[in-house]
């Protein structure tokens, strides 16, 4: 059966090339962890666990461990990280899955250490990160409660820390100062695990921004300085998108240029003309008719709407790509329908491919078009492409 035409294109090979160009951006000693979570920015996990695991990464991150799970069915050997936050009674799945958990808070910790214990796990055997706010208040230990912390890596537990994390809030701005702010707050969180008699092998740390931006040097040589390792956590740039620097007027740092140009998109979002319909000069066009033609109009009927992920917002300022050229939305976008006005592109017929974001011809459509016009970021753009959308490799 034909199914209703609205579906991403994920190109693998993509992924794989952006995987290997990051890597080769990465400090000395450093190490990528690709950041899988929530499907993968809505590129697919099943597509992408695979691919990032072709291209050489031994790391992988997700949201829950739920996501986890589902990562660990599609790979045997890399590292899967839990970096949401886990909820007491999960350790359990945490063993079974060999996955390794963020954590900052005591339950939590109480939580894997029943887990492990019950398990039969032996001293130093499950490996944890210890999250640290450094800032951004969302998730993390702070330095008042480290200490407590600390002391729960005994010689006889079965805990074992194998990395510090942390997140760099403001690392798209470039005057540095959140990011200074951060580092000096870690600095002074690694003086202290270093006095525990701790020596964590993973400083895991900074994200896309991070890795395309002069800190990533700062982050190496802090690791360097404690004899850690430096891992890095990109997400959106694996993903083919750079993300911008603050203010949006001022330059952009010399690498996230080089990136720019380099990454490929992963993701193209199609669906097809469904039907075409001729209306005359006064028709009105969707809910609540906020668009008036002026003239006769041809228009396109699309089987995507905002249940699918297009932004209500865009409705009557954006364009799709119909033949190569811009076709504007005409009038709201509906929960399962979007009409395009092809009055002035020739020749479209039911059946034509069309690109909601993407490439087609000389046009392209980016995300960041997608963000801009709906006064959003590309993350929100990928993540909300919904479920019913297929994922298609090509
Ligand atoms: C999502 C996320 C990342 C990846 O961020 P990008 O900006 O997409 O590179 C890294 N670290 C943490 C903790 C995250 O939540």
């Avoid at 993509?14 to 809505?42: C, H, I, Q, W």
């Avoid at 969180?189 to 991070?210: F, K, M, Q, V």
Wanted: overall charge negative.
């Amino acid at each position: 059966m034909q199914t209703r035409p609205c579906w991403v294109e994920i190109r693998t090979q993509a992924l794989e090339d952006n995987f290997r160009y990051l890597s080769s951006l990465t400090p000395a000693d450093g190490e990528l962890m690709a950041v899988l979570k929530a499907d993968a920015y809505g590129h697919s996990l099943a597509l992408c666990v695979p691919a990032a695991i072709r291209a050489g990464a031994r790391w992988i991150a997700v949201t829950s461990v739920e996501e986890g799970m589902a990562a660990r069915a599609l790979c045997a050997d890399a590292r899967v990280m839990v970096i949401g936050g886990i909820i007491p009674g999960q350790g359990e799945a945490i063993i079974a899955n060999h996955l390794t958990a963020a954590v900052w808070e005591p339950f939590q910790l109480d939580d894997l250490e029943t887990a492990a214990r019950a398990a039969g796990m032996g001293p130093s055997s499950l490996a944890v990160h210890v999250e640290i706010d450094s800032g951004m208040s969302r998730q993390g230990a702070n330095l008042e409660h480290l200490q407590a912390l600390l002391a729960r890596f005994a010689p006889d537990s079965p805990l074992r820390l194998d990395g510090v994390m942390t997140h760099l809030f403001a690392a798209d701005e470039s005057d540095g100062q959140a990011n200074q702010f951060q580092l000096q707050y870690m600095r002074q969180a690694l003086h202290r695990i270093e006095d525990a008699g701790l020596y964590p092998d993973w400083l895991n740390i900074g994200s896309s921004t991070a890795l395309v931006s002069a800190v990533s040097g700062e982050l190496a040589a802090l690791a360097a300085q404690y004899g850690m390792k430096l891992m890095l956590r990109p997400g959106l740039a694996l993903y083919g998108v750079v993300p911008r620097f603050l203010p949006e007027d001022g330059p952009n740092p010399a690498l996230a240029v080089a990136a720019h140009s380099r990454l490929e998109p992963v993701l193209a979002w199609k669906t097809r003309v469904i039907d075409l319909r001729q209306i005359p000069a006064g028709a009105v066009i969707g809910y609540n008719g906020t668009f008036v033609a002026t003239e006769p109009m041809r228009l396109a009927l699309l089987p995507a709407g905002y249940a699918d992920g297009i932004f209500r917002s865009l409705g009557n300022r954006f364009h799709f790509l119909v033949r190569g050229q811009r076709a504007p939305l005409a009038g709201r976008v509906s929960m399962d329908h979007t009409v395009v006005d092809v009055t002035e592109i020739a020749d479209v017929a039911v059946g034509d491919e069309v690109v909601i974001l993407g490439t087609q011809g000389e046009e392209t459509v980016s995300a960041y078009d997608h963000a801009d016009a709906a006064g959003t970021i590309p993350w929100e753009v990928f993540t909300r492409i919904g479920p019913r959308v297929h994922r298609v490799a090509v």
